[in-house]
């Protein structure tokens, strides 16, 4: 079957944008994790969702950064007034189980954001 | 300091050498993933332990729980190995969201 698709996979902004990237889960999964991998870095954790719950969205670094699950299967991760320091790989994971039970997450490709 | 540490950071074999990836980590855990990412591509998951050792093909991996360690284990490394190695775990309490390392970048020559 599927696996986690994301789109659009490259994406240049100019400063000052809106962008939205979305992502698309394996079917039936109810959990679901945006991350943000900085140039040379690993993977550092934004939010996360159960079914259409939004239930940790600590790792969200400003109010410019907005995440919805509204059917509790596509995502989307909006970024307002986009800024340089932007510029990263967004990846998105879903897993099957819920959470109080680690449950292997499977990623998606990934979009790359470049703001100028 | 970072909750999980990886070590070397670059790491350059020769075709065929055995590699030792090692992976640190200070918090209690439920899951450990080794994670594969090619250049521009997404992140494939290796394994996912929380006890003792797992094979597949010439990959090998390890966790002792009690140090906090696990390392990743290349037999006979190729050139198509190269490519950047992710530790994350999965912290217990959180139960969700992983703590990855920076990576180590594997390079495999001829």
């Known amino acids: 079957g599927a696996g986690v698709s994301q789109s659009p996979r490259y994406k240049v902004a100019k400063r000052g944008q809106d962008v939205a990237l979305r992502c698309d889960p394996i079917?039936?999964?109810?959990?679901l994790f945006w991350y943000q991998q900085a140039l040379g870095q690993g993977p550092e954790f934004l939010t996360y969702f159960q079914n259409e719950a939004q239930l940790d969205k600590s790792g969200l670094p400003s109010d410019r950064f907005f995440a919805e699950r509204p059917e509790g299967s596509v995502s989307t991760l909006k970024i307002q007034r986009t800024q340089q320091e932007d510029s990263a790989v967004y990846l998105c994971?879903?897993?099957?189980?819920?959470?109080?039970?680690?449950?292997?997450?499977?990623f998606g490709p990934g979009t790359r954001l470049t703001v100028l | 300091k970072n909750e999980v540490e990886q070590s070397p950071q670059n790491l350059t074999a020769q075709e065929g050498e055995f590699i030792t990836i090692n992976c640190s980590y200070s918090v209690g855990i439920s899951a450990l993933h080794w994670l594969q990412q090619h250049p521009g591509g997404g992140i494939v998951s290796l394994f996912m332990?929380?006890?003792g050792k797992k094979k597949h093909g010439r990959l090998i991996a390890t966790i002792n729980i009690q140090e906090k360690h696990s390392s990743l284990h290349i037999t006979a490394s190729h050139p198509r190995d190269s490519a950047v190695y992710i530790c994350?775990?999965?912290?217990?309490?959180?139960?969700?969201?992983?703590?990855f390392g920076t990576g180590t970048r594997l390079q495999v020559t001829l």
């Open positions: 994971a879903s897993s099957l189980g819920r959470a109080l039970k680690y449950n292997e997450q499977f």
């Open positions: 994350a775990v999965a912290n217990t309490g959180t139960a969700s969201k992983l703590t």
């Open positions: 332990l929380s006890s």
């Open positions: 079917s039936g999964h109810v959990s």
